[in-house]
C-alpha cells in the first residue's frame, strides 16, 4: 500500500535503461566548434520535427526562452505574454535583466488563452512614450492546459499582421500535441508539426515529460537560430562533449512521446479518484498536471496535507495551489496510494 511516489513534477524522472544506453553510446565532440555529431543530429531532428530551418541544443528551457526573447527584441522592445507564462513569471525577469526587454503581461481567459482584443490593443503605437512591441509570447500546454489550436492561429495571425514576432513555450508541445491528437484522431508528430507552424520559434524542453535529465531545444529560421546561438553563448550555455545529453533527448523523441498518453490517463485516474472528498475543488486535467483548491473548512490545511502525503511516501507542491503531476516514473498503484493518503487525511 505504501508506494512512493513523486507527484512534484515531470522534471523528476531518472533516465531509463536504454537512454542510459544511448547516451553511453553517443559519438561525441566538442559542441563549441559545432563539432558534436550528437547534438547536431538532434538538433537537425528536433527542427525537421516541428518543420523549422534549424534549432539550438541548450542546457534549460529558461535559457531557450531567453535567447528566443533577446533574438527577437532588442532594448527598449517589448513582449506581450501572459501573467502566468513561464517566460515571464518563473524565470526571474531574465528578459527585463538580461536583455532590457520589457514585458507586457496580460490576464489569462479561463481557458488559458489571451484574449485576441486584449492583445491587440497592448500593442503599442510608434511613438516615442512607448516600447516598441516586438513579440507575442504563448505557452501551450500553460498549467496543463491544451491551448485551442483555433485560438493558435488566430492569436498568431494577429501578431502577424501588427508585425510581431511570435514564440511558442513549448516545454510541454508533445502533451498538447498528444491530447491534441485525441481531438483531431491525427498522431501527435502531425500535431506537434501543425502547432509549431503558427510560430516563428518554438521552445521544446526533453527535461519534463519527455524524461530525459537535461536540456531544451529552440526551432527557428536559420538566420534566428544563428542570433540565438550568439547569445547562447553569452548566456555561458556553450557546452563542450553535450551529445552525452543529446543522445538522451533523441532517445526521448523516438521512444517517449506516444507513452505521454499514459501520463495523461494517469491524472485522469488521480483526479477521479479525488472527485467528491468535501473540501476538495479538483480541476478536471486536460494533460499531465492537476491543480487541487482547499475550499471551505480545508482552506488553511494545505501545509498540513503536504506534510501527512510526504510522511506517506507522496510527494506534491502547493506553491500556489496544490499540483500532482504524472510522468514516466509513475505508474497506477503510485497514483492509488496518493488517492488512499488523500482520502485518509480527510476522513481523519
Ligand atoms: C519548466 C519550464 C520551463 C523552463 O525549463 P527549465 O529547464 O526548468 O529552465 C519553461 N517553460 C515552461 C512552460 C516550463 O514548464
Request: proline residues 4%; aromatic residues 6%.
Amino acid at each position: 500500500m505504501h508506494k512512493t511516489v513523486d507527484l512534484r513534477s515531470d522534471t523528476v524522472t531518472q533516465p531509463t535503461p536504454a537512454m542510459r544506453d544511448a547516451m553511453l553510446a553517443a559519438p561525441l565532440g566538442d559542441d563549441v566548434f559545432g563539432g558534436d555529431p550528437s547534438v547536431n543530429a538532434l538538433q537537425e531532428k528536433i527542427a525537421g520535427l516541428l518543420g523549422f530551418e534549424a534549432a539550438l541544443y541548450v542546457p534549460t528551457g529558461t535559457q531557450s526562452n531567453l535567447c528566443a526573447i533577446l533574438a527577437h527584441c532588442q532594448r527598449g522592445d517589448e513582449y506581450i505574454v501572459g501573467q502566468q507564462a513561464h517566460c515571464y513569471r518563473w524565470e526571474g525577469g531574465g528578459a527585463a535583466v538580461f536583455g532590457s526587454v520589457q514585458p507586457q503581461p496580460l490576464n489569462h481567459q479561463p481557458d488559458g488563452t489571451l484574449a485576441l482584443d486584449e492583445i491587440d490593443a497592448a500593442i503599442k503605437p510608434d511613438d516615442a512614450h512607448f516600447a516598441r512591441t516586438r513579440l507575442l509570447a504563448l505557452e501551450n500546454t500553460l498549467g496543463g492546459k491544451l491551448l485551442p489550436f483555433d485560438y493558435l492561429r488566430q492569436a498568431t495571425q494577429l501578431a502577424k499582421n501588427r508585425g510581431l514576432a511570435r514564440h511558442l513555450d513549448g516545454a510541454r508541445l508533445f502533451n498538447a500535441a498528444v491530447a491534441q491528437a485525441l481531438q483531431t484522431g491525427s498522431d501527435a508528430f502531425t500535431e506537434a508539426r501543425r502547432i509549431a507552424g503558427c510560430f516563428d520559434s518554438v521552445s521544446v524542453c526533453f527535461s519534463k515529460g519527455l524524461g530525459a535529465p537535461v536540456g531544451s531545444a529552440l526551432c527557428g529560421s536559420r538566420e534566428f537560430i544563428a542570433r540565438a546561438h550568439r547569445i547562447r553563448k553569452m548566456a555561458g550555455g556553450g557546452m563542450r562533449q553535450a551529445g552525452m545529453l543529446a543522445a538522451a533527448a533523441s532517445h526521448a523523441l523516438d521512444h517517449h512521446v506516444v507513452r505521454l498518453a499514459q501520463d495523461h490517463a494517469l491524472a485522469q485516474r488521480l483526479a477521479d479518484g479525488l472527485a467528491g472528498i468535501p473540501g476538495l475543488q479538483v480541476e478536471a486535467p486536460q494533460t499531465n498536471i492537476v491543480f487541487v483548491d482547499l475550499t471551505g473548512a480545508a482552506r488553511n490545511q494545505s501545509a498540513a496535507l503536504l506534510q501527512h502525503l510526504a510522511a506517506h511516501g507522496v510527494q506534491a507542491t502547493g506553491l500556489y495551489r496544490l499540483r500532482f503531476v504524472t510522468h514516466l516514473d509513475v505508474d497506477a498503484a503510485g497514483v492509488d496510494n496518493a488517492v488512499a493518503v488523500i482520502r485518509q487525511f480527510f476522513n481523519s
